[in-house]
């Protein structure tokens, strides 16, 4: 492993040690247990939005996809599996193709973090050494999954030192022993829709206490 990417887990390592300390302070706990929610639901038993008109819509879930602009075609390969569904689901996707030129970047990503309800976070050396990554983005949505607000969903793409890393502490969507880049074209597509299914079937946030 060269210095670079050293560099990069040692800043992501302290970064979640420090968010682990001030929550098991604050709240005498673990960051990654997860309080369960009731589930309030129609009499019919939809969860479903109702509107005036009768019709239903499924509430919206807003999901975050974090990843090295060295994976963007993995990131291009889980959008076109979510295509097919976020109309149905309700899912609503950022990622950093969204933003335009000439605009504020930063506050965007910021806000885009603070709204989101899951996140995917596409795991690979590269991903480990981005020092935007682990001291931008990776705190904000530390932080919100301490308060519940947020799920992180980890997919391994590549392989890297995701076990030895404290975001090992989330279950990964796929085995980290076998990533993503090394499955055949086939099983790499299973994995995807197990990550779309998986992001389904996170309750909506109007569904929660």
Same mark, same amino acid.
């Given at each position: 492993?060269?210095?670079?990417?050293?560099?990069?887990?040692?800043?992501?390592?302290?970064?979640?040690?420090?968010?682990?300390g001030? *929550?098991?302070?604050?709240?005498?706990?673990?960051i990654?247990?997860?309080?369960?929610?009731?589930?309030?639901m129609?009499?019919?038993?939809?969860?479903?939005?109702?509107?005036?008109?009768?019709?239903?819509?499924?509430?919206?879930?807003?999901?975050?996809?974090?990843?090295?602009?060295?994976?963007l075609?993995?990131?291009?390969?889980?959008?076109?599996?979510?295509?097919?569904?976020?109309?149905?689901?309700?899912? *609503?996707?950022?990622?950093?193709?969204?933003?335009?030129a000439?605009?504020?970047?930063?506050?965007?990503v910021?806000?885009?973090?603070?709204?989101?309800?899951?996140?995917?976070?596409?795991?690979?050396?590269?991903?480990?050494?981005?020092?935007?990554?682990?001291?931008?983005?990776?705190?904000?949505?530390?932080?919100?999954?301490q308060?519940?607000?947020?799920?992180?969903?980890?997919?391994?793409?590549?392989?890297?030192?995701?076990e030895?890393?404290?975001?090992?502490?989330?279950?990964?969507?796929?085995?980290p022993?076998?990533p993503?880049?090394?499955?055949?074209?086939?099983?790499?597509?299973?994995?995807?829709v197990?990550?779309?299914?998986?992001l389904?079937h996170?309750?909506?946030?109007?569904?929660s206490?």
């Amino acid at each position: 492993m060269n210095i670079t990417n050293m560099t990069g887990v040692h800043l992501l390592q302290g970064t979640v040690l420090r968010t682990l300390g001030t *929550i098991e302070n604050t709240h005498g706990g673990n960051i990654f247990s997860q309080k369960r929610s009731e589930q309030r639901m129609k009499p019919d038993g939809n969860s479903s939005t109702e509107i005036n008109s009768g019709e239903r819509v499924t509430p919206h879930k807003q999901v975050f996809l974090c990843y090295s602009r060295k994976d963007l075609r993995y990131a291009q390969r889980l959008r076109v599996h979510l295509a097919s569904c976020q109309q149905t689901s309700g899912l *609503i996707i950022w990622d950093d193709s969204q933003l335009q030129a000439g605009s504020l970047w930063k506050i965007e990503v910021a806000s885009a973090l603070a709204t989101a309800h899951v996140a995917v976070l596409l795991i690979s050396a590269d991903f480990l050494a981005s020092s935007f990554i682990t001291t931008f983005e990776l705190p904000r949505l530390l932080n919100a999954a301490q308060s519940g607000g947020t799920r992180i969903f980890p997919v391994v793409v590549h392989p890297c030192l995701f076990e030895e890393s404290p975001l090992a502490a989330f279950q990964a969507v796929n085995n980290p022993a076998r990533p993503l880049s090394l499955l055949p074209s086939s099983a790499r597509e299973q994995i995807w829709v197990s990550v779309v299914r998986t992001l389904i079937h996170v309750p909506s946030p109007q569904a929660s206490l």
